[in-house]
């Protein structure tokens, strides 16, 4: 059974102090590992696939990176906007649905 | 803006009764999968549609059904609704077998069981 675990569950940081948030999967076999964002009352927002280890993929303040265990998502100077719930969820060989982690509550104060 | 369209955003039923909620999968999007969000926690997977047939189910009971109809739009139904399935009811399209894979969510239909 595949298994994503993300830590920290809750992550403080002040505007522009950059830090990474962790993704840790078991899979049998992996198509593609996914991170999404989430707004409370929203459904999630498409961030980013990675697909193979060493891949990297970037969007504005956000890296992600990709290794045969974990992903992590690098968030750079971040703003108060960057606030949300950030989901991790792995796919399949051969199939599109998602097993997700938990996710990180990001809060960025100004 | 996913082009994944739900409805209805919010509704309140009654320990017992059934629900009927609604996606429609963003254009081309060939493959819906329905997954069940409880508060503060991460999305679990209900059940995969392609081409009108379900094709892949997580662990949930089988009062838990769904359809997918020629147009690729969905419905998940829920019977003898229990207190425990209020939760916020995510649709997802796709392309199945695609190489450029990205999965897109709707808003979500937020159900209250009392």
């Known amino acids: 059974e595949d298994q994503v675990t993300q830590s920290p569950e809750a992550l403080r940081l002040q505007e522009g102090e950059s830090s990474s948030l962790n993704c840790s999967y078991t899979v049998s076999g992996l198509r593609g590992l996914f991170w999404y964002r989430q707004d409370p009352g929203k459904g999630p927002e498409f961030l980013f696939t990675l697909y193979s280890a060493g891949e990297e993929k970037e969007k504005e303040r956000l890296k992600a990176t990709l290794t045969k265990k974990e992903s992590f998502l690098h968030i750079t100077a971040p703003k108060p906007e960057d606030s949300a719930t950030y989901l991790c969820a792995v796919q399949p060989p051969g199939g599109n649905m998602l097993t997700f982690g938990g996710g990180t509550r990001l809060m960025v104060k100004p | 803006e996913t082009g994944v369209t739900q409805s209805p955003t919010h509704l309140i039923k009654t320990r017992g009764q059934q629900v009927t909620l609604r996606c429609s999968s963003q254009s081309g999007h060939n493959t819906v999968s329905w997954y069940q969000q409880a508060l503060g926690q991460g999305p679990q997977f209900i059940f995969q549609?392609?081409?009108?047939?379900?094709?892949g189910r997580g662990n949930f009971p089988p009062r838990f059904s769904g359809l997918q109809f020629p147009n690729y739009s969905s419905e998940l139904n829920v019977n003898a609704l229990e207190l425990d399935d209020s939760a916020l009811y995510l649709c997802?399209?796709?392309?199945?077998?695609?190489?450029?894979?990205?999965?897109?969510f709707g808003e979500g239909s937020w159900l209250t069981v009392v």
């Open positions: 997802a399209s796709s392309l199945a077998r695609s190489s450029g894979n990205t999965i897109y």
């Open positions: 549609y392609y081409r009108e047939e379900e094709n």
